[in-house]
Nanobody, 115 residues
Framework: VQLVESGGGLVQPGGSLRLSCTGS????????MNWYRQAPGKEREFVAE???????AYAEGVKGRFTISRASGANTVYLQMNSLKPEDTAVYYC??????????WGQGTQVTVSS
């Protein structure tokens, strides 16, 4: 299983970015797909989840600003990030959790929010 993230970059406060994560090597239709992030000096934290059943959940700090979605083919998951704040600066990681609870991770993509 391989996960490849893209879409990170430098954006000004209040701006938007869309992250993508494309998976290969499995049928991701049955996987929960998640986004996590890790800021410098901090532990990795949960950002958003899209379950195999189509439900979504978000960390409190991103609710109303971030939207997770999955492409119809189910092997690509997106994270639309609006109204970005400097505290959103982090490396963002894609995570896929298999039906038997095995975790797979992407290599991460850097998001920097700064003026």
């Amino acid at each position: 299983v391989q996960l490849v993230e893209s879409g990170g970059g430098l954006v000004q406060p209040g701006g938007s970015l869309r992250l993508s994560c494309t998976g290969s090597g499995a049928d991701f239709y049955f996987y929960n797909m998640n986004w996590y992030r890790q800021a410098p000096g901090k532990e990795r934290e949960f950002v958003a989840e899209n379950t195999a059943g189509g439900n979504s959940a978000y960390a409190e700090g991103v609710k109303g600003r971030f939207t997770i979605s999955r492409a119809s083919g189910a092997n690509t998951v997106y994270l639309q990030m609006n109204s970005l704040k400097p505290e959103d600066t982090a490396v963002y990681y894609c995570n896929a959790k298999s039906p038997n609870m095995v975790d797979y991770w992407g290599q991460g993509t850097q998001v920097t929010v700064s003026s």
